[in-house]
């Protein structure tokens, strides 16, 4: 059974550029949620999508955007990117309030 | 708001030892979730642990347990026989109850080293 698997695992772009980061959810599992993560630090919840729809959203600006295809698989995009964008994002998908599953995450730097 | 506090940015344990990890965190409501998760340099978020507010009892999970104390709103980790493959960065994270979606909230982390 595939736990969560998170596209590509390493990402370089250039301020001013647009990203997409891609995520499986675990077999069964109908909700995703990105986080960001900066070295060191707590992920930060930036939105949860459930049915094809952004369900919840954390204190991050309208250049981070999202989808959730009928497949529960789902994007992450940062547009105009800033060097402050630069981070771990992490997908966790769940069918339940506590049972999460995290993807190892997607390293994006911004240069 | 809810927050999470982690006080200590790191510990260290001697193989074989007992370590306490602490978290405090603040919330008005009365049902939520608890968790204690684990991320080695592999990244990936891994559940610990995880405690549902309304039971008194605390979590234990073999070598790991919880001392949760509500009205302190205090949770910290208690590992025991500490192993080599324990040393990783720890998180708290809060969950609000009553609602069958959300986000979790996470401390800053906690980073444990283990010596053989």
């Known amino acids: 059974d595939a736990g969560v698997t998170q596209s590509p695992t390493h990402l370089i772009k250039t301020r001013g550029q647009q990203v997409t980061l891609r995520c499986s959810p675990k077999?069964?599992?109908?909700?995703v949620s990105w986080y960001q993560q900066a070295l060191g630090q707590g992920p930060q919840f930036i939105f949860q999508?459930?049915?094809?729809?952004?369900?919840q959203r954390g204190n991050f600006p309208d250049r981070f955007s999202g989808h959730q295809y009928p497949n529960y698989s789902s994007e992450l995009n940062v547009n105009a990117l800033l060097l402050g964008d630069s981070a771990l994002y992490l997908c966790a998908s769940s069918l339940s309030q506590w049972g999460y599953t995290f993807g190892s995450g997607t390293r994006l730097t911004v240069v | 708001a809810q927050t999470v506090t982690q006080s200590q940015p790191e510990m260290s344990v001697q193989e074989a030892e007992t370590v306490t990890l602490s978290c405090t965190y603040d919330t008005s409501e009365s049902d939520y979730y608890l968790f204690w998760y684990k991320q080695p340099p592999s990244r990936q978020m891994i559940l610990v642990i995880r405690q549902e507010a309304y039971k008194q009892q605390n979590a234990t999970e073999n070598r790991f347990s919880v001392n949760f104390q509500k009205a302190a709103k205090s949770f910290s980790l208690k590992i025991s026989d500490s192993q080599l493959g324990d040393a990783a960065m720890y998180f708290c994270a809060y969950h609000a109850g009553g609602t069958s979606y959300g986000k979790l909230t996470f401390g800053q982390g906690t980073i444990l080293t283990v010596h053989p």
């Open positions: 077999s069964g599992h109908d909700t």
């Open positions: 999508y459930y049915e094809e729809e952004e369900r």
